[in-house]
């Protein structure tokens, strides 16, 4: 008689999904190998088939991951009280993650080559431009922004971080942190 088959393990998997993150920030995601992820994940290769049918599952998984990172990122800003100074938050969320995780930029610009990640990647910008609006909106009321649109405004300050961190996928990375200041300093000149 077979044994039945081991029931998938959820820390095996938050492996699999940590490692896959790792390397396609690394690599990219057309160049990320699923003999490298079990390697660096510890497990054998065979078992990441127990978690996921196939390559672009795992990597739409760990871009979901990042995404859900990126969200309470996003959670987290929308809680500050002032309008501009949320707007400064919102749009530092990029920065900030890609501080924390170095390859991020370069996870995300291959994330084309996943199957439905274009869908993710353009929920997840809705759901910041959602944040921004509501932000400006706000502002607004309180006569900062005066004379901007806030459909131009919102996706110029959440364009602008998404299209820096492309631009600076290869290492060295720029000092985010330089950058977020540039945003704050932006973002307060347009307030006026």
Known sequence: ???PPKPPDPAERRRIV??????MGEVGPASTKLSEIATRAGVAYGTIYRHFP???ALLL???????????????????VKDPVERIIAICSVPFEHAMRVPGLPLAFSGAVAIDGAQAETARLFRLGETHVKKAIAQAKRAGKFAGLPNDVLAHM????PASYLTLNIDAPHPDWRDVERGIDTLVRKLAE
């Not at 300050?157 to 602008?160: A, D, E, H, K, M």
């Open 61 to 79: 998984e760990a871009l979901l991951d990042q995404t859900r990172q990126v969200v309470e990122l996003w959670d987290d800003a929308t809680r």
């Open 157 to 160: 300050l959440l364009g602008g």
């Open 18 to 23: 940590a490692a896959a993150s790792d390397l």
């Open 54 to 56: 196939n390559r672009n």
């Open 1 to 3: 008689m077979a044994r």
